[in-house]
């Protein structure tokens, strides 16, 4: 709806619900979806565009993940393991940031990994673009997976290449402008509507769940193969490489204790 609403009203920067600006979330999906239908004609296939790219850009890029960190010659196994978990599916299918947000993510482990092994400001680059682009589509949520590859930064000396700060800045720039249209437009007190829900999502909610939630729904939602995966996740923390180790066993447990603390969890 609200990117219909963007093509009817020509208005690219404030996202309108019933005609009145309200501020839950950034414009990131919403621009997405309307430039598609700008492009490609106002329907149903148009859509779903910008979560199509998504999807195979993760598939692709989880591809690359296995080759660097798991040795073995079935370099295919991953991509075709996500591709065929009923999580993954059912938000492929969606028109929603969710699969664009996790594309973005899985594209900053990859450029840190590439950045420690290669050293090419390219990768150093896009280990600090990412960032600013993720917080445009889901804004805070993106300090989950920060805080879970912070450490890898600050190891690995990514935090020290001037490359990763230009990457940073480049990549905060979509949400800069668009803040300082929304306060200059709407004053401060609107815009603090993005923390408002942050606030709103850390509290007792419709959607509040156990601490323990994530435990028993995760595993569910990749079943059968979530067998599999406790086992490799249980031997991943007998790796020889210290990074392999690090993003097969530590980042995921960091990644699922910071998502658990908060009281809001969609299955």
């Not at 996790?102 to 990412?130: E, V």
């Not at 001037?162 to 609107?190: A, D, N, V």
Request: charged letters at 10%; proline letters at 4%.
């Amino acid at each position: 709806l609200q990117a219909k609403w963007i093509l009817e009203n020509n208005n690219w920067t404030d996202p309108l619900w019933w005609g009145e600006l309200t501020l839950d979330r950034t414009i990131g999906i919403q621009y997405l979806i309307a430039l598609s239908q700008k492009l490609f004609g106002s329907n149903i296939f148009a859509i779903h565009i910008p979560t199509t790219i998504a999807a195979s850009m993760m598939l692709f890029l989880t591809y690359q993940l296995q080759k660097e960190l798991v040795k073995s010659k079935y370099k295919l196994a991953s991509p075709l393991i996500l591709s065929s978990t009923f999580l993954w599916i059912n938000y492929a299918h969606l028109a929603t940031q969710d699969i664009i947000f996790a594309a973005i993510i899985t594209l900053g482990i990859i450029s840190s990994i590439y950045s420690s092994r290669l050293k090419k400001n390219i990768y150093f680059f896009l280990s600090g673009f990412w960032i600013g682009i993720a917080f445009m589509m889901k804004t805070f949520l993106v300090f989950i997976p920060l805080l879970a590859i912070f450490p890898f930064f600050y190891k690995s000396k990514i935090l020290t290449n001037k490359f990763f700060w230009l990457g940073l800045i480049i990549g905060f720039l979509p949400f800069s402008l668009w803040s300082i249209h929304i306060l200059t437009s709407y004053g401060q007190e609107r815009y603090l509507g993005l923390f408002e829900k942050l606030i709103f999502l850390s509290k007792n909610n419709n959607f509040t769940n156990p601490f323990y939630y994530y435990l028993w729904n995760l595993p569910l939602n990749i079943f059968p193969w979530s067998i599999f995966a406790i086992v490799g996740f249980l031997n991943s923390r007998n790796l020889k490489e210290e990074l392999s180790r690090f993003f097969l066993f530590t980042y995921p447990i960091v990644i699922l204790v910071l998502m658990s603390f908060f009281s809001t969890k969609t299955p």
